[in-house]
């Protein structure tokens, strides 16, 4: 089972500023099975980024993803108010279980 | 647009069955293509995705509760359930139902909004 660890744990920003989640695995991975989401308080996670880089219905182009092998990165340009949140990675593997990141905290500094 | 719901009892006494059923819209679970599944938070962690299920009834669940999770699917009412057995207090959590989609990559694309379930006598 692949292990996925994100970092920072909590990321202090303030609006307008970029914010750069790490999602880091134990094992190299598929790039088309990556995805991030972000869960506000009180919500539902919801899906950001699919297939490492491809941005879900909806998504502002302020989100955008990238990596490879056993690094990925989730980037939020220009944070909005509405950003803070807490911020996920997650991979499907060769065969289940599917794993998630313990997440990214981020809030205003 | 699709839409998942979930519903079921929020408490549930030790050692019971917690049953929680997923009513979906939009789209039919018969038509295929996806994977309907389970994903749980404990209060203040992170996400865990407990099993899936497709619209043959084929099923996978998580080692982690395996033995004691069976999922079923009704093509006819377009819902799919989740029992638990022999829950703990370990088995308090938001649980969401969520479609895995394999477009543009795979990724759980549709959300529920989930419900809280409480596991206390």
């Known amino acids: 089972e692949t292990v996925l660890t994100q970092s920072p744990g909590t990321l202090s920003l303030s609006p307008g500023e970029r914010a750069t989640l790490s999602c880091r695995a134990s094992?190299?991975?598929?790039?088309?099975?990556v995805a991030w989401y972000q869960q506000r308080p009180g919500q539902a996670p919801r899906l950001l980024v699919s297939?490492?880089?491809n941005r879900a219905t909806d998504i502002p182009d302020r989100f955008s993803g990238s990596g490879s092998g056993t690094d990925f990165t989730l980037t939020i340009n220009r944070l909005e108010p509405e950003d803070f949140a807490v911020y996920y990675c997650?991979?499907?593997?060769?065969?289940?279980?599917?794993?998630f990141g313990q997440g990214t905290k981020v809030e205003i500094k | 647009q699709v839409q998942l719901q979930e519903s079921g009892p929020g408490l549930v006494r030790p050692s019971q069955t917690l049953s929680l059923t997923c009513t979906v819209s939009?789209?039919?679970?018969?038509?295929?293509?996806?994977?309907w599944s389970w994903i749980r938070q404990h209060p203040g962690k992170g996400l865990e995705w407990i099993g899936y299920?497709?619209?043959?009834?084929?099923?996978y669940y998580n080692p982690s509760v395996n033995r004691r999770l069976t999922m079923s699917v009704d093509t006819s009412k377009n819902q799919f359930s989740l029992n638990l057995t022999s829950v703990t207090a370990a088995d308090t959590a938001v649980y969401y139902c969520?479609?895995?989609?394999?477009?543009?990559?795979?990724?759980?694309?549709?959300w529920g909004q989930g419900t809280m379930v409480t596991v206390s006598s």
């Open positions: 969520v479609r895995e989609s394999p477009k543009k990559g795979r990724a759980f694309d549709v």
């Open positions: 939009g789209v039919y679970i018969s038509s295929g293509g996806y994977y």
């Open positions: 299920i497709q619209h043959s009834g084929t099923a």
């Open positions: 094992q190299s991975l598929t790039s088309s099975y």
């Open positions: 297939g490492t880089s």
């Open positions: 997650q991979h499907f593997g060769g065969s289940p279980p599917w794993t």
